[in-house]
DNA sequence: ATCACGACCTGGAGGC
DNA sequence: TGCCTCCAGGTCGTGA
């Protein structure tokens, strides 16, 4: 579900309700998540309890809540999770693992069916020093991602673009739908070695993967299936896609079939022939 | 050091 | 209706 486009969404939609919120209470169901087990809860607990949230961040595929206090909460949404804020009288949907009570009657819930998030807590003068921040590449929409940045970056792996694209050690954000849109968008085929891209090339997948991040940014994210919102609102991009999970269908540009590749078992969509190596 | 692949979870879709 | 298989937006650990 939620690459770059659909975090950086959710951060938007949780800015107003969260910004000066207090935490009173923590709640966990016990579960652990993939990302985090176990859950930290009594230090979380300890950490967040009476604290303000004053800012929220995003890096990469992650969220941080900033408190007023030295620690922030850490989440990653994985494949199906949710941040919604509701009133806190509703009733709790299945697959609800952790609620921040606030205060204003509302509660933060972060709901995740698959397990493969992560609720965590991190000091903010440490950050760098949990291995998933720490290991975190250029981020395409901010000012480190450069054609030269990028080249260079390529040029140290045989990897398939597709792969190398989706490496969050190298560009952190990318997922799986945009890095299939931007491969098409940039005319590159997704097998192709990134150490074999020219630099024109490497220019051009730059080029297509802002494009692409901002479309998807400004359509509110992609919700094939159950990505939504802060306010539970789906986005819009699924409209505004060229070939991701259109196998068999006409490409949009010269009306050859979409045909699907698997890339570190992963499915890739792209056209054959606007596509090359 | 790279890298390919399975594991981690649940649920929805489609075939029979 | 029910059962089975396959597939899914992400990341990590293993072993070659």
Same mark, same amino acid.
Request: no cysteine; charged share 15%.
């Given at each position: 579900m939620p690459e770059l486009p659909e975090v950086e969404t959710v951060r938007r939609a949780l800015v107003p309700h969260l910004t000066g919120a207090r935490i009173v209470s923590v709640w966990s169901s016990g579960k652990p998540l993939r990302l985090a087990r176990p859950l930290p809860l009594r230090a979380l607990r300890a950490a967040v309890t &009476? $604290? $303000?949230?004053t800012a929220l961040r995003r890096r990469a595929k992650y969220i941080l809540l900033d408190t007023d206090g030295p620690h922030s909460v850490l989440v990653h949404l994985g494949m199906t999770g949710q941040l919604l804020v509701v009133p806190h009288d509703a009733p709790r949907a299945p697959h609800t693992h952790v609620v921040f009570a606030l205060d204003r009657g509302r509660d933060l819930r972060f709901v995740d069916p698959r397990r493969f998030g992560m609720v965590n807590l991190v000091r903010r003068d440490a950050e760098d020093d949990l291995p998933e921040l720490g290991i975190l590449g250029l981020d !395409? #929409? &901010? !000012? =480190? #991602?450069t054609d030269i940045s990028l080249l260079d970056l390529a040029r140290r792996t045989r990897q398939a673009v597709k792969t190398f694209l989706l490496d969050q050690r190298k560009?952190? =954000?990318? &997922?799986n739908i945009y890095a299939c849109e931007a491969l098409f968008e940039a005319g590159v085929?997704?097998?192709?070695?990134?150490? $074999? #891209?020219t630099p024109a090339r490497v220019e051009a997948l730059r080029r297509a993967i802002v494009a692409v991040l901002e479309r998807g940014l400004r359509n509110r994210g992609t919700t094939l299936r159950d990505y939504r919102d802060a306010d539970g609102q789906s986005g819009q991009n699924q409209h505004s896609l060229?070939?991701? &999970? $259109?196998? =068999?269908e006409p490409c949009r540009r010269c009306g050859s079939p979409v045909k699907r590749l698997e890339h570190a078992a992963r499915g890739t969509y792209f056209c054959p022939r606007c596509q090359r190596r």
């Open positions: &009476g $604290r $303000r949230i !395409p #929409l &901010g !000012p =480190g #991602l560009v952190a =954000g990318i &997922g085929h997704p097998s192709t070695p990134a150490n $074999r #891209l060229a070939v991701y &999970g $259109r196998e =068999g």
